[in-house]
């Protein structure tokens, strides 16, 4: 059995940790700097509350990282360096050197680097790609994505910083879309405040250009209501992914809470556990039997396209 530690035991930390419980993986060990929630956290999911950082990496084989962003780089490095395989929630990191360190640094130490990109692996993503293998779309030639979540940044946040709807829920389309459309050559956005009482990003849209010549958006808002789509238009039939998110953060729901219709016709999809899937794959790569499906180059293709978007989106 795979013994992971995660490190970080907040909202996302504990979900992860519930899905640890649904999987074939050992909870070993779960590290944070406050001693209480640290405490709280081992006791509530049976495993060990580590001392430091060092000694939740001795307890796992592998790592689970629900930190924040700019905290991945230097976790994932002294990970590699005791030999540990590393799962990283997204984004992969800051900037794309710092994504890049961390690539070549599990690498050299013959670790897996896993990035938490599960959206891709629902059930109705997968039948997206399918149903575009299939040529049933056409030629797709303009995507329309969002995500949005009335969440408002607070200031002093680990999450303040340009772009916040775009970097933490915008990158997920896209990762989402270069795997079901191809790479992105080139993308730019904007960036505003509308009704936000600080001076905070609370919405943000990014235009992608495809090597395939599609066009395609992401919209994310932190003051809207829970929205997740995809909507492809091809040459041959339109598809649509719509899901009642209001269930989020259940993963494990948002399959049975989604509507794909290709040409207006309902289509059928397995239903997916996606924090299981990934961890699962996690497992796997520990031990030797598979590669990352959304390892560091997929992290990092998914980080470029939110970095130029916010780059370019108050210029």
């Known amino acids: 059995m795979t013994r992971v530690a995660i490190v970080g035991t907040g909202f996302w930390g504990a979900k992860l ?3 640890v419980g649904r999987s074939s993986l050992e909870l070993a060990a779960c590290f944070s700097r406050d001693d209480d929630r640290r405490a709280a956290f081992a006791e509530r999911f049976g495993c060990e509350a580590a001392p430091s950082y060092e000694a939740a990496l ?27 395989h590393v799962f990283v929630e997204k984004p992969i990191a800051m900037t794309v050197a710092a994504a890049e360190r961390m690539r070549d640094g599990c690498r050299d130490a013959g670790v897996a680097l896993l990035v938490g990109h599960e959206l891709r692996r629902l059930g109705a993503a997968r039948r997206t790609k399918a149903v575009l293998d299939s040529g049933a779309l056409g030629t797709v030639v303009l995507a329309e994505a969002n ?151 997929e992290g990092i293709a998914a980080l470029r396209v939110i970095i130029e978007a916010t780059q370019s989106g108050r210029t």
């Open 17 to 19: 940790a519930e899905a």
């Open 58 to 84: 001795d307890a796992a084989d592998a790592v689970v990282l629900a930190t924040p962003n700019d905290e991945h780089e230097a976790q994932t490095l002294e990970a590699a360096r005791r030999g540990k």
């Open 147 to 297: 995500f949005s979540l009335a969440s408002p940044v607070r200031p002093g946040t680990w999450k303040e910083g340009r772009g916040t709807p775009l970097v933490q829920l915008g990158v997920h389309h896209a990762d989402t879309l270069q795997y079901l459309l191809g790479p992105v050559v080139r993308t730019t956005g904007r960036l505003n405040r509308v009704v936000s009482d600080v001076d905070i990003d609370d919405t943000g849209a990014a235009i992608l250009e495809f090597q395939s010549g599609a066009i395609g958006t992401i919209g994310s808002s932190y003051v809207s209501p829970k929205t997740y789509s995809i909507r492809l238009l091809g040459t041959e039939a339109v598809l649509d992914y719509r899901t009642d998110i209001s269930v989020w953060p259940a993963a494990d729901r948002l399959d049975s809470m989604t509507t794909l219709t290709v040409g207006g016709e309902v289509a059928a999809f397995e239903h997916v556990d996606p924090l299981v899937d990934e961890l699962e794959e996690l497992a796997r790569c520990a031990r030797g039997e598979a590669t990352p499906e959304t390892g560091a180059d």
